[in-house]
């Protein structure tokens, strides 16, 4: 054991032992006087404690003082009742503070009662009941607010981790102390009652049994009883006192000392008029004016005082940051923080402003932060940090979008106007002014919120201006997030994974594939809108096949054909019959006999006359697929499958090409099409 825990427990051993076993009046006056200390250092602790969770173990303190305490105040009522000497420190209070006169003396320990149980007990009660009652209600707010920092990239796991545990731990302690502090004013009412059974008792016994005189017992009796009470009372009023500054914290950033001199002393004005007032007190009344007058000046003086030193702190403070500022400019190294290239950027004119300023309603801010949850749901990645900036460089109401410093898109909305999309099934137009919606580039008109309601009941989808610009930067995110995946942001995923199953990350990492080669697994799967949320069967996928060849293209396909579940959850209904467009088996051979394998990776050396037709054929059975009103989807047989999509990348970016390996056996396809050249 401990030196601490051995401490502890023979504190809380001592206390249950003094309850039963008579103490020689020397030792009660070492344990009053320990006791005393004790009262001090949890006083001090909590003057100078800059939170109240620096004391978390308050809630304990209250109820092992309060029983040694009480064991003390038992000790010394067997010494009054028995032997009528309770040791030098019980007398010794009793004659100091009643200064040798018993109506002093009893005035002066009601006082202390009063104070104890009126003010501070009472006080402290309200405000810990108060306190935890607030902090409890805010509870879900704080969490929200840790969710939102932690999605917006803020702060990371850790941060918003520790960030919970500390919550979790003010409301247990706040709760805690709305307890705790009852032990405080049952001490104080326990010790108003052992003091009447000490004068009673000491009354009785000094008449009865020792044969005094009534006043004489009166006199001795009433002195010992004061003193228990005071030598009890004094450290139980320093803990109730305690205990209310520890409630009543209300700044981490300084001690008591510093926040209770710089609130105060602070404004020379104040001084000012308090000296005045002083001053003017004792010229004008029969109040002692060598007393007023002097300290009325001194008030005037420390005013002045203070606005000299002010003063010198602003000059200070100023040049302070002008030698910063012309230091900054000096130092050689000022450009780095130039070149910093944030991932995501969206700028916007002036008139945009109020749709992302929250003092004016804005929501756009909040939306930026569900487009990250969004996205890290649908696709199992974590989006960098989107900043929002305003550029008066740009026309009121325009906006663009920006991945790594470069403009990828931009859009153009029209304030307090909704715009409206016909889906194809209205029937009568609404008049509006004609413009195009920037995600998909659809016709669209702008309407006023008086026609909106109308538009809707015609059957137009009517849209906000936040929600357009919100559903713009979700499409350019979703479209660049394979690019915007670092390896920094690989090695979180693969830590993540490590906590669970260490095994299998210790397996592939490093021995089979380096980070940068699961960096472009996970890209190309992205890419192409494969969800990379289940890193697991990835990593077991890439486990089981990197030994065999470390060629970041294969690899991917057998990941694709390991998550053919999600893959046919994604482009197929598993109660529909799905039209889909083959590849001639002709064309597969023919693409496959010219593929070419080198160092760098693989690549197609297909003539490009040959290449021309075939990508002519795609484009009329994508068009056809287009005109039936279905999303064209490519069905190849595994091996032709990447290649495939290399050589169409180029000109359909987003079209959807699948093997059978990757379909599950319950899907039904139908064949509109073959492509053939």
């Known amino acids: 054991m401990k030196k601490t825990d051995i401490g502890l427990g023979l504190y809380i051993l001592a206390a249950i032992v003094f309850l039963i076993i008579p103490l020689p009046s020397i030792i009660l006056d070492i344990l009053l006087a320990f006791n005393m200390a004790v009262a001090l250092v949890i006083l001090f602790n909590a003057v100078f404690a800059k939170e109240a969770m620096n004391m978390s173990s308050f809630p304990t303190l209250l109820l092992l003082t309060t029983l040694f305490r009480i064991s003390l105040n038992v000790s010394s009522t067997k010494l009054i009742l028995s032997t009528g000497d309770p040791g030098k420190v019980v007398e010794t209070f009793g004659y100091f503070v009643g200064s040798g006169s018993l109506v002093i ?10 104070v104890q149980f009126m003010v501070i007990n009472k006080g402290s009660e309200r405000v810990a009941e108060v306190t935890a009652r607030f902090t409890l209600d805010a509870m879900p707010g704080k969490q929200m607010a840790i969710d939102a920092d932690l999605n917006t990239g803020a702060i990371t796991d850790q941060q918003a981790r520790e960030r919970r545990e500390k919550l979790q731990a003010e409301s247990s302690f706040f709760g805690s102390m709305d307890g705790a502090v009852k032990y405080v004013k049952g001490d104080a009412t326990a010790g108003l009652m052992i003091t009447i059974i000490n004068f009673v008792g000491g009354l009785v016994m000094g008449v009865v049994m020792q044969g005094m005189e009534v006043g004489e017992a009166l006199d001795r009796y009433t002195i010992l009883t004061i003193g228990d009470g005071l030598v009890s009372s004094i450290p139980s009023l320093l803990i109730s006192l305690a205990t209310g500054i520890l409630v009543t914290k209300a700044s981490k950033d300084m001690d008591m000392g510093d926040m209770v001199v710089s609130q105060l002393f602070d404004i020379p004005k104040v001084m000012w008029a308090v000296g005045a007032a ?23 003086l420390i005013g002045n005082r203070m606005r000299d030193s002010q003063a010198v702190e602003r000059i200070e403070e100023e040049t302070g940051e002008a030698q910063a500022e012309a230091e900054e400019i000096r130092r050689p190294e000022n450009v780095v923080s130039l070149l910093q290239v944030d991932p995501i950027e969206l700028e916007f004119g002036y008139g945009i402003i109020p749709l992302a300023d ?3 309603g804005g929501d756009l801010l909040d939306r930026v932060v569900m487009i990250r949850r969004q996205i890290a749901l649908e696709l199992g990645v974590v989006v960098p940090i989107i900043r929002l900036r305003d550029n008066i460089q740009l026309n009121p109401n325009q906006y663009i979008i920006k991945i790594k410093g470069v403009q990828i898109s931009e859009g153009e909305i029209l304030f307090d106007h909704y715009m409206a999309m016909n889906p194809g099934m209205v029937e009568e137009e609404i008049t509006g002014i004609p413009t195009f919606e920037p995600s998909y580039h659809l016709p669209a008109l702008w309407i006023t919120e008086s026609q909106r309601e109308r538009a809707e009941s015609m059957g137009y989808t009517v849209v906000d201006p936040p929600s357009i610009i919100a559903t713009h930067l979700t499409e350019i995110v979703r479209s660049h997030i394979d690019e915007l995946l670092t390896r920094q942001d690989v090695q979180n995923l693969i830590n993540n994974v490590k906590e669970s199953n260490p095994v299998l990350v210790d397996e592939l990492i490093p021995k089979l594939l380096g980070i940068g080669e699961v960096q472009k697994v996970l890209q190309n799967l992205l890419r192409e809108g494969i969800s990379i949320r289940d890193l697991l069967t990835i990593f077991e996928t890439l486990a089981d096949h990197a030994a065999v060849t470390r060629d970041t293209d294969v690899l991917t396909e057998y990941v694709r054909q390991s998550l053919k579940r999600a893959i046919s959850a994604k482009f197929f209904a598993s109660n529909e019959v799905t039209s889909v467009v083959t590849l001639d088996p002709k064309n597969e051979q023919e693409i496959m006999g010219s593929v070419k394998q080198t160092e760098q990776g693989s690549y197609i050396a297909l003539d490009p006359e040959r290449q021309r037709l075939i990508i002519a054929s795609l484009e009329q059975e994508i068009k056809k697929m287009e005109d039936m009103g279905k999303v064209p989807i490519v069905i190849t047989s595994p091996i032709v499958r990447m290649y495939f999509k290399k050589m169409t990348q180029d000109y359909f970016r987003d079209l959807i090409i699948i093997s059978y390996n990757e379909i599950e056996s319950n899907i039904e396809l139908q064949s509109v099409g073959m492509v053939s050249a």
């Open 278 to 300: 002083m001053t003017f007190l004792g010229i004008t009344t029969e109040l002692p004016i060598y007393i007023f007058v002097p300290m009325g000046i001194g008030c005037i």
């Open 105 to 114: 003396g009893v005035i002066v320990f009601i006082i202390l009662l009063i």
């Open 358 to 360: 929250v003092n004016q």
